[in-house]
Every structure is written in C-alpha cells, then in structure tokens.
C-alpha cells in the first residue's frame, strides 16, 4: 500500500456521524488532554487502535512525535482509499510531571 498522498486519489468522504464516534471513543480513551501518558507514542498507539476500530489507519505508519511538544496532522485512509474531508489533528505537550498531555481528534 502506497502512502503518499495525492489529493486527486482522495476519493472518501467520511460521515459526520463516523466522525462523532470516532472522536468520541478517543475522548473516552484520554485522548481529549484528560488522560496522561509516559510517551507521545502511547497516545499514538491508542489512537490507532480506535482507528482501526473503525477500518480506518493514518497514512504514517511510522509516525513518531518528538520534542515536549507539538502539533501534527496526517491523513487518513478508510479501508485503504484516503479521506478528502478528514484529517487527524495530533497536539501533545510535556507536563512537570514528565508525564504527556495529547489531544487527538479528526477534523
């Protein structure tokens, strides 16, 4: 599977109601900058796992967040096509404790 993306092969449109579920289950799951976590990629690998939940990947596999903090976007297939009206917003920031804050969401 090819992850470079082209808008011309951005053929998905994801529903408004996908959406809201989505981005509910990541709230429910910290991603909403309530929960904590020892590394970014923890945050990662749970948004991940409600992505694919929903037969849905970003389109970096090997995506990695470095610094304390940051702001990414990637785009999104759904059963391998990519969305063309979704993107998945990632923000993560160190706290004192050493601990992260992340925020996940999809656009």
Do not use: C
């Not at 900058?33 to 970003?58: C, I, W, Y």
């Amino acid at each position: 599977m090819s992850y470079n993306y082209n808008r011309r092969n951005a053929s998905v449109k994801l529903n408004n109601s996908t959406r809201s579920k989505v981005n509910r289950e990541l709230s429910a799951k910290g991603l909403d900058g309530n929960g904590r976590f020892r590394k970014p990629g923890e945050a990662l690998a749970t948004a991940a796992q409600v992505l694919r939940k929903h037969d849905m990947e970003s389109n970096d596999p090997f995506l990695t967040l470095h610094g304390s903090d940051g702001r990414h976007t990637a785009h999104i297939l759904l059963d391998g096509e990519y969305l063309n009206n979704s993107l998945l917003s990632i923000t993560w920031s160190r706290l004192d404790s050493g601990l992260y804050e992340v925020v996940v969401y999809m656009s």
